[in-house]
């Protein structure tokens, strides 16, 4: 791992926007005959995801926040899984070449863990007050010496945010090209065929699993934020 | 270039990615869908409302009709009575009356009756005095005075109607 300030990597960006106009286009497809009247096809799904956001951020957040946060949290989702399911599919083209998900580079998952980050402060501020926001951060749940725990717990937040999304997407990836690549010997196209299909199905659940914790826990971590009683 | 390396750039144009992502969703997708999903809301509410006056007015229509013909019945049931009250007046009026025209008409005739047989018999009497005057004085060969004559028939008269 090297951090690099002025570096710039290509793939992660070119993957994460083809993530973004799947995302789009989907959505697009959902309002392309947008009806009042009993939703279908696609429609049918996008209403069913932002349906079940509202649900679930409803629960958590307070109803000022609410809106807003369902919005930010099935984009967040949608991107994810997009962008963690791409890592699964072969390009089309002669040899074993691979698109990448975006989130199997470190930077992308970083990326938007830093900005949760700071997101989660804006909230705290913006629903704490700014002396709530300070008590919160020195005084809870020791004074003075609470800053300590608080700043180890706001600092593992995005870095284990980060690491778990980076690292499942990444082995599914690996372990994924791993069996393609299995020496052509006896049965190794056997292997390849039951490996290969078992692992793609797992690794479509963990796709899916890890874009919803990743973004449950923003949600929550706002929420917490945003929730006075807290 | 390596899955692990972080750079400030790509974390960068990560935010920005899901930045516009929301921009771009929030304005073609979510407003839309969630406009759709509110009309169909209102329209749902709408129409159980609907729903609910229109029973409300069925039900209302139907006490309507059904006081309505209940009136009805009870107005057909006291005409018929008051048409049947009436006949049986009328009838017992036309009856009397009749009853007393014919007895009117029985005691007219029974006196009339009675009037042509009194005429009847006087002029019989006094044809009768003629003749037994006109035969006497034949019989007699002289004339006696008018006096006499009418005391006589008198006399003959009331012995003739003792006989009979």
């Known amino acids: ?230 | 270039m390596s899955t692990t390396s972080l750079t400030a750039g790509n974390m960068i144009a990560a935010i920005v990615q899901w930045f516009i992502l929301l921009v771009l969703l929030r304005v073609y997708v979510y407003k839309p869908l969630l406009a759709a999903m509110q009309r169909r809301k209102d329209n749902i509410a709408k129409q159980i409302q609907d729903a609910d006056s229109l029973r409300e007015q069925a039900q209302q229509l139907h006490d309507e009709q059904e006081s309505l013909v209940r009136s009805a019945r009870d107005d057909a049931k006291s005409i018929i009575a008051a048409a049947r009250r009436e006949g049986e007046e009328q009838a017992k009026k036309i009856i009397e009356a009749a009853q007393r025209e014919a007895s009117y008409r029985q005691k007219a005739a029974l006196d009339e009756i009675q009037h042509e047989r009194d005429m009847a018999l006087s002029e019989i009497r006094g044809q009768v005095a003629d003749l037994v005057l006109m035969a006497t004085g034949k019989l007699l060969e002289r004339n006696i005075s008018d006096e006499d004559q009418h005391r006589l028939v008198e006399e003959f008269l009331s012995q003739a109607g003792s006989v009979q």
């Open chain 1, 1 to 230: 791992m090297n951090f690099s300030l002025t570096g710039f990597d290509w793939p992660p960006f070119i993957w994460g926007l083809l993530a973004m106009a799947v995302v789009f286009g989907f959505g697009l497809l959902a309002v392309r005959r947008v009806s009042a009247a009993v939703p279908s096809g696609p429609q049918n799904m996008m209403e069913t995801a932002l349906e079940t956001f509202q649900d679930l951020v409803g629960q958590m957040a307070p109803p000022a926040l609410a809106p807003n946060l369902t919005l930010m949290g099935l984009t967040l989702f949608l991107l994810l899984v997009v962008s963690n399911i791409l890592g699964l599919l072969p390009l089309p083209g002669i040899g074993a070449r691979w698109i990448h998900s975006p989130t199997a580079f470190l930077s992308m998952p970083a990326g938007l863990a830093i900005w949760i980050f700071l997101l989660i402060q804006w909230a705290g501020i913006k629903y704490k007050g700014i002396g709530g926001f300070l008590v919160g951060w020195f005084w809870k749940p020791i004074p003075v010496f609470g800053f300590v725990v608080n700043a180890l717990e706001q600092l593992v937040m995005p870095v284990s945010l980060a690491f778990r999304l980076f690292g499942n997407i990444l082995a599914g990836e690996l372990v994924l090209r791993m069996t393609t690549n299995l020496p052509h010997g006896i049965g190794g196209w056997l292997v390849t065929l039951l490996v290969g299909t078992g692992w793609l199905a797992f690794s479509l659940v963990i796709s899916l699993i890890q874009a919803l914790i990743f973004t449950i826990l923003m949600v929550a971590y706002m929420s917490i934020q945003a929730n006075k009683d807290h």
